[in-house]
């Protein structure tokens, strides 16, 4: 019986090879015309910068965005949101501005959004347009304000069409979680005359290396000794860093998820190329597609079977019940966004606290919503499975999305 886990399972033994291969070739100009196809953008229309994380990209250009405009310090971020988005604003020693999200959609509550426009419209440095779950950005609301404010489309968990004249930017996120997986790093998509240059020039490679041996650890734990034996090990040394592992409540506090103020080699670029290479080639809508049928019963209302995504929203009443029924047969579910606090406390500034109850929509979603994560290469024996507990664990507690 194998263990599964939709961590890393796009990662594969090319990866191995093309981390030492792209020392001796720059793959940038391939790995960007490759970004292009899968975006539908021309290439003579953006630059892309890489760093090691995500967090770090938008914590640099809020910087750039600082520089530019010293009067204005207020960053809008949607308050269902993943905290190290929040970190990256109090970094850059701007103040963050929550607005409520809907429950059918996570995007914007409209209403709170004009409202929060109109009362601080000359102090709104940047806005963050989410775009999380299966769900496209909110398209209207993006043409009403593109001329009016500093746009950023925060792509992190999922790949969706958009018009690059929207947006003075876009956020790509290429963690072990994501759709674009390269184990980690992160990038910034900006328009080609965009004035925008990275303020990071160190280099890390202990992290780049670090990276390649997790990936072997995977090769070698999770697809080539993938036994009852390992099953056991696995589930002993799940706290380690040997293995995918869950993602803790603990992980989401600020002191974990500190930014990691690098940039990427030429090792990254080869692992990049081939997890673009593998993306095209593993025609990834028509499986994920094939999945939100399965799961379009118990997701959101407004869930976009189209848009690529990392992770499916399932509303149940009790996610953390369900999050123990799959822990114990092995399957892995992310607690990242879910069963905790809306934004946490900061840690980096101790008088900042948000209070989740000022974001009765968003609280909902937190303590109703349970993430299960896919990518690109996914196992359908093991998400069939997962999706048969689900079912069983729906119909015998009467519950779904309508009957909360």
Known sequence: MPVYSTYN???????????????????KPKNKELISKILNLSTNDFKIDYYQSQRAAF?????????????????????????????AVLKADLQVEFIDTKVNSLNYDTQKFQKVVDNQKDQILAILIPSNFGESFDINLVSQFKNQFN???????????????????????????????????????????????????????????????????????????????????????????????IISKNEKEFTYNQINYFRTSKF???????????????????????????????????????????????LVSNPKALFEKLKKQNIFVSLDWTNAQIVPKSAQAENINFNSQSFPNSLDLSQNLLLIPVNNSLDFKAISNTIHIIFDYIHENQITNHQR
């Open 59 to 87: 914590y640099d250009y809020l910087l750039f965005l600082k520089k530019q405009n010293p009067n204005k310090n207020k960053v809008i971020l949607p308050s269902y949101t993943c905290c190290v988005l929040v970190n």
């Open 9 to 27: 399972q796009n990662i594969s033994k090319d990866h191995l090879k093309k981390f030492f291969l792209a020392g001796f070739k720059s793959l």
């Open 151 to 245: 746009l950023i489309l925060d792509s992190a968990n999922t790949l969706t069409n958009f018009n690059l004249d929207d947006f003075k930017a876009v956020l790509l996120s290429f963690g072990s979680n994501k759709l674009l997986d390269c184990v980690f790093a992160g990038a910034i998509i900006t328009h080609f005359n965009d004035e925008f240059k990275p303020s990071f020039t160190k280099k890390n490679l202990k992290f780049e290396f670090q990276s390649f041996f997790k990936i072997f650890n995977f090769l070698l734990f999770r697809k080539f000794l993938n036994t009852l034996v390992v099953k056991a090990i696995f589930k002993i040394f799940s706290n380690l860093n040997l293995f995918p592992r």
């Open 268 to 314: 990254f670029d080869g692992l990049l190329n081939q997890t673009l290479i593998d993306f095209q080639n593993s025609n990834t809508k028509s499986k994920l597609h094939k999945l939100h049928s399965s799961l379009s019963t118990y997701t959101l209302q407004d869930f976009n079977p189209d848009n690529p995504t990392c992770f499916y929203p399932i």
